[in-house]
């Protein structure tokens, strides 16, 4: 408990310190995020934000984490990847391939060298173990699309670090449930930095974490749910969940559902799963007008309603709770997409169009119109 307690303290005290000083260091030197037609903020904000989470949870992991764990350098080592392939998107941009490889890198030395692996479908579907090489591309892909679910849901105030937070205290409490103590001091030690981070990032936002610290957010998150659910399947655990995958899923609802969702919908469209776009679930809420705050709070009371259903109903089928998780996730879009007459009318007129023929980029804009048309409903003209 003592080590939890040091690392929260420590992560939380080296990335409050580390804020303020970089904010400066991004004003001397015009590191900002700056706005465009995309992005919500109308003013530029430095974006260097992750330096200061990594810095906090790095020192505190390194520091309090129990020796003589051997993936421990190999997960020190991934973290390092994900944290430089970050900032250097921050700083010059990268494209979407080779922050797709750098990803890669990252997961092959926790895959291979950590044993971070998912090797069984845990009875979903009635399937179970894997073979070695689906085992591993499914795993490379888990990794690579919660590690973005975080990066994608980094649009509003507050809105990433909360859900991280939420995210990182529920895998880091099982784990002390469980006496794992090295997992759980990663998760409290990523949890003591977020809190730091908040302070700066609640609207209006002085700073954001940028993909230096979503990315490894989101990283963290894929080792501490594979981790979980290596550990909570096994009937002889501490603290057995023979629904562990859906739990974790629900503890990871929002980023994930709302990533899978905008991924599916944007190859379904033909374009690359990593383009830009205001589809995702903060902008429909946004959308109806609901302040940055309210939409931050909203989605992180959301998420643990949803976690909190699942752990109760954890002796259910897991086929049943994962599907039940997609239809939950599935009404709630149709409720915030619907939720309004002038919403409802522009998504009538838009498919009527797109049947006749008269739509022509029916590849973009139609998604983006029907989110739009309570604001703009001129655009639909255009």
Known sequence: ???????????????????????????????????????????????????????????????????????????????????????????????????????????????????????????????????????????????????????????????????????TFAFGFYFLLANQLFYSVLAFSMMGALVAFLIYNVSPAKIFMGDTGSLLLGFVNAVLVIKFIQIASVPTATIYLPAAPAIGFAILFVPLFDTLRIFAYRILSRRSPFSPDRNHVHHLLLDLGFSHNMVTFLAAVFNMLIAAAIIIGRNLNITFLLLGLISVGFSAISLLIFSSRANRKRLIEVSLNILKGEEKDSKVIPIKKVVTAVKEPEEIAK
């Open 1 to 167: 408990m003592d080590h939890l307690l040091i690392g929260s303290v420590i992560s939380f005290l080296v990335t409050f310190s580390a804020i303020p000083i970089i904010i400066r260091v991004a004003e001397m030197k015009h590191l900002f995020d700056l706005p465009d037609d995309r992005k919500i903020h109308a003013t530029p904000v430095p974006s260097l934000g992750g330096i200061g989470i990594f810095a906090g949870f790095i020192m505190a992991f390194l520091i309090t984490a129990p020796s003589g764990v051997a993936e421990m350098q190999y997960l020190a080592a991934a973290f390092l990847v994900v944290f430089f392939l970050g900032m250097k998107d921050d700083i010059v941009v990268l494209t979407p391939f080779k922050k797709f490889l750098g990803q890669l890198l990252a997961s092959l030395i926790i895959v291979y060298k950590g044993g971070i692996l998912i090797d069984s479908m845990y009875g979903f579907m009635g399937l179970g173990k894997m073979p070695l090489y689906l085992s591993v591309a499914f795993t490379f892909l888990t990794i690579v699309v919660i590690t973005n679910s975080f990066n994608l849901i980094d649009g509003v105030d507050g809105l990433a670090g909360s859900l991280g937070l939420f995210t």
